[in-house]
């Protein structure tokens, strides 16, 4: 066996592993390619022309349309030196710099650009790349495109990318690529051999550009005419091959993903104690095959929050005292903090059957979130500063996954107005009022020392009768699925690009109250299936690492 089929056996191998390995099939591509621009990848016919001869026949066509007025005379081009050769080329290949193969034509915006129809389209990324022509101009000075050219893009962050060309006027951010037609196959495999590399080496901070004058000084190993139309069938092939990958694996992930979210469905609808068993055993006997990719741990997350305040995740003990007498005693110290001026007397809603999420367990109740809570507040609207001896201030940002990150901290001075009405205390919990849409509503828990830290206008602290209730379960609740979905979004507000939630929406929100025991039992239940899905995580990254690994080093021998 040659070299060439010994290559060509290992690339077969690197089909199957490219389908498992994150990534993988991109980085086939791209061996596919460098295989390709290296003389690896098709055989080598000693009766091909050599490239040498393609040389003359490239400067006779440069000649041809230099005396045309089709394209400027060219530069002369510094000879290739020793050390700009990074490897031996095979029989028949020459070193040139690539602007002896093309050269670049720059788009511009026209001076009459319109959206109204015109004589020319306007071709920028958007009217290649999907078709959607938007913008026309009668400017004929600007430089014009057919779909004979190909064309890259040469600003912003998909610099390097080639795109074929289309009848119309080249936009700002592109150029035309100039080259001999009999050529152009192989010009347009240069770009898309290089893209990665064209990508990450650009210039400029505002708006990243292709470093053209470097690209165009750069060598090219330059094939006989013949072998390449060889490797640009050869790539075509293997490239479809890639396309079918990516489909199957796409397939299989939504399948994968769309059995899993319906197997939790069924779980959290379950009615009857042999359907919540029967769906669990499904998951149990596919669980290695469902939980190999990260997005159905993410779902899975949900759905033991879910599981877990929808009273299914531990069993109710007949022994344990219901949560109406529960809410009676909280209802008790109220009033009695009422009458010691502590906290406010505010009126609170009955709630309607139709607002009641869902069913709860006999011994659970549905309440307004106010029911439970000794104080709902806004935080400090006082300016910080950066002095950490000062008052440290939680913010929007502090606010990560149900946690609080006390990293970025912003300070306040101890005399503000605000202190020490608005210092936090263990137990508070943290309600991020105004964000992006899909911010607002997260929730976190304060679990430091008393009367040492605040936070800022845009969240809430609600301090709850921690007496009769345990915070970190109806932390679990405000994080939980049907909050977000029941509770907070029905009622998000959105203005100037900004989502807001006010205080008395929260106020008003309901919540399920489970007896104190089961508060505590269904909080370590959580924690510990929780820690099982960071393991989870763990064990997808270790076997993500070892195919990646697995796959460069096949790649580095190919």
């Known amino acids: 066996m040659n070299n060439l089929d010994t290559r060509m056996s290992a690339l077969e191998n690197h089909f199957d592993i490219a389908f498992a390995a994150p990534n993988g099939i991109k980085k086939l591509r791209e061996l596919i390619l460098t295989l390709a621009m290296q003389g690896k990848l098709v055989p080598q016919d000693p009766n091909d022309q050599p490239a040498s001869e393609l040389l003359k026949e490239i400067e006779a066509e440069k000649r041809r349309l230099v005396k045309e007025g089709k394209i400027r005379e060219p530069k002369p081009l510094p000879e290739i030196k020793q050390e700009e050769v990074p490897y031996e080329l095979p029989s028949g290949w020459e070193w040139v710099r690539n602007n002896f193969l093309f050269?670049?034509?720059?788009?511009?915006?026209?001076?009459?650009?319109?959206?109204?129809?015109?004589?020319?389209?306007?071709?920028?990324?958007?009217?290649?790349?999907?078709?959607?022509?938007?913008?026309?101009?009668?400017?004929?000075?600007?430089?014009?495109?057919?779909?004979?050219?190909?064309?890259?893009?040469?600003?912003?962050?998909?610099?390097?990318?080639?795109?074929?060309?289309?009848?119309?006027?080249?936009?700002?951010?592109?150029?035309?690529?100039?080259?001999?037609?009999?050529?152009?196959?192989?010009?347009?495999?240069?770009?898309?051999?290089?893209?990665?590399?064209?990508?990450?080496?650009?210039?400029?901070?505002?708006?990243?550009?292709?470093?053209?004058?470097?690209?165009?000084?750069?060598?090219?190993?330059?094939?006989?005419?013949?072998?390449?139309?060889?490797?640009?069938?050869?790539?075509?092939?293997?490239?479809?091959?890639?396309?079918?990958?990516?489909?199957?694996?796409?397939?299989?992930?939504?399948k994968r993903l769309t059995v899993h979210i319906s197997a939790l469905n069924s779980l959290l609808e379950a009615q009857e104690p042999d359907s919540f068993a029967a769906v669990w055993h499904f998951i149990n006997r596919h669980f290695g095959e469902l939980y190999s990719v990260k997005a159905n741990v993410t779902e899975l997350r949900k759905a033991i929050l879910q599981l877990g305040i929808m009273g299914k995740l531990v069993p109710q003990d007949p022994n344990d005292q219901p949560a109406s007498a529960l809410l009676k005693e909280i209802e008790a110290e109220k009033r009695r903090m009422v009458k010691e001026k502590k906290i406010k007397d505010k009126p609170i809603s009955k709630i309607k059957q139709e607002e009641l999420p869902y069913g709860l367990p006999e011994s659970w109740e549905w309440v307004r979130l106010s029911s439970l809570a000794l104080l709902i507040d806004y935080g400090t609207s006082k300016k910080t500063i950066d002095d950490s001896t000062k008052v440290p201030v939680y913010r929007m940002g502090n606010i990560f996954n149900g946690q609080l990150i006390h990293s970025g901290l912003k300070y306040v001075d101890q005399n503000i107005d605000d202190l020490p009405r608005l210092y936090l205390h263990k137990n508070d919990i943290l309600f991020n009022r105004t964000n992006s849409y899909e911010l607002v509503g997260k929730t976190a828990i304060y679990l430091g020392e008393n009367d040492l830290r605040t936070f800022a206008s845009y969240l809430i602290r609600v301090r709850l009768a921690e007496t009769h209730l345990l915070p970190l379960f109806f932390n679990r609740v405000m994080n939980s699925p049907y909050y977000r979905k029941t509770q907070i979004e029905l009622e998000i507000v959105q203005q100037c690009g900004q989502a807001n939630f006010n205080g008395t929406k929260l106020a008003t929100t309901l919540v399920p109250l489970p007896p104190l025991a089961e508060q505590h039992r269904i909080v370590a239940k959580i924690d510990q299936l929780m820690a099982l899905c960071d393991q989870l995580d763990m064990l997808i990254d270790e076997s993500t690492c070892k195919q990646k690994t697995l796959l460069d080093v096949l790649m580095a021998v190919a």
């Open 103 to 254: 050269t670049l034509k720059k788009g511009k915006v026209p001076h009459d650009l319109q959206e109204n129809e015109g004589t020319t389209p306007y071709l920028d990324i958007e009217a290649l790349d999907k078709g959607n022509i938007r913008r026309y101009t009668n400017d004929l000075k600007t430089p014009q495109a057919t779909e004979k050219d190909i064309l890259v893009v040469c600003d912003g962050s998909r610099s390097g990318l080639v795109l074929d060309g289309k009848n119309g006027a080249v936009g700002s951010t592109l150029s035309v690529i100039e080259t001999p037609l009999f050529i152009q196959p192989f010009v347009k495999l240069i770009f898309k051999s290089g893209f990665e590399r064209l990508n990450s080496t650009m210039k400029g901070a505002a708006i990243p550009h292709l470093d053209t004058k470097n690209l165009l000084l750069e060598t090219i190993g330059l094939p006989p005419l013949e072998e390449q139309h060889r490797i640009v069938a050869k790539i075509d092939q293997l490239m479809a091959r890639c396309d079918e990958l990516e489909k199957l694996r796409a397939e299989r992930e939504q």
